[in-house]
């Protein structure tokens, strides 16, 4: 960790205020925009529905993701984390439940559009608040484990942020890695990829897909694909041997997936839309409220 005042290894003072404003940047426009998709949920009635409920989990998980972000923003343009290493600690439960709770309901998500588009039962209440409850209970499980000894949390190298610690790559981390991406990213990369096929195989026949069946699974493998690289790295080698400049690449990457979903599952929805635009504008509101 980068005392106060000093500029962490690795990195002059151009890069540590380039990294501080690209988090921010990021953090503002994830926040901004998921906010705004609650808000709509909240006082929208036609978004009150199962599968809405799901694009709602996803925007409270990214909204956290870019809670996440400003932290790291802030202590970045500090240059120095100024919450001691409890902070650190929930820094990176907070940052790592909120990512995996993002992942698996991206994933819950395609397997509601499907179930909801191609066969003839309509997603209802009951298996949706079940969907949202697995996910954060899964999430905030995994998370608790390095607090718990599987795994550990520690700074990344910028010293400004904290995240799943990679450096040793020894038995513990290569354990929990291996075990933690099979349930929280390849098996929701596959539900993803394989319930967006089978929509395309089902509607394209007759007419075209109601939604994006392409970008989400883009998302996931882009967004967090380079984060898994690196871990998977670290388990063969020395990670230590790559320059802190290009560790933190991953980092600022998955922190444009809040704003990307955000575009995708409310501003590419019509529905969404039309109810972040009630939320912007009281006149449309009354009046829609009158018809």
């Known amino acids: 960790m980068a005392e106060s005042g000093t500029l962490p290894t690795g990195f002059g003072e151009l ?45 409270l998980a990214d909204s956290g993701i870019s809670l996440n972000a400003l932290v790291a923003a802030t202590s970045s343009l500090l240059r120095r984390w100024p919450y001691g290493s409890e902070g650190c600690q929930a820094h990176g439960f907070q940052g790592f439940a909120t990512a995996l709770a993002s992942i698996c309901s991206s994933a819950a998500i395609a397997w509601g ?10 997603l209802d209440w009951n298996t949706a608040v079940s969907l949202v409850f697995f996910v954060w209970l899964s999430s905030a499980f995994w998370a608790a484990l390095p607090l718990l000894g599987w795994g550990r949390y520690d700074y990344e190298p910028l010293g400004t942020c904290c995240t799943l610690d990679y450096s040793k790559g020894d038995r513990n981390f290569t354990s929990f890695l291996f075990t933690m991406a099979f349930f929280n990213f390849f098996l929701p990369l596959f539900i993803t990829v394989v319930s967006y096929q089978l929509m395309e195989q089902k509607l394209g026949k007759t007419s ?40 933190m690449v991953p980092a600022l990457i998955a922190k444009t997936v809040p704003t990307v979903n ?21 006149q449309r509101r009354e009046r829609s409220r009158e018809q």
Not at 210 to 234: D, F, K, Q, S
Request: charged share 10%.
């Open 208 to 247: 075209r897909p109601p939604v994006n069946t392409v970008l989400p699974a883009r998302t996931l493998l882009l967004g967090w694909g380079p984060y898994a690289l690196l871990y998977l790295y670290a388990t063969m080698a020395d990670a230590t041997s790559i320059s802190p400049k290009l560790q």
């Open 15 to 59: 890069e540590v205020l380039a990294v501080g404003t690209v988090l921010l940047v990021e953090a503002l426009s994830g926040l901004s925009l998921n906010i705004l998709t609650i808000l709509s949920f909240c006082k929208t009635p036609e978004l009150r529905t199962p599968s809405h409920l799901l694009v709602l989990s996803l925007a």
């Open 113 to 122: 559009r499907y179930h909801h588009y191609c066969t003839r039962n309509r």
């Open 262 to 282: 955000a575009m995708n599952y409310a501003l590419g929805s019509e529905m969404v839309h039309r109810g972040i635009w009630q939320c912007l504008s009281p």
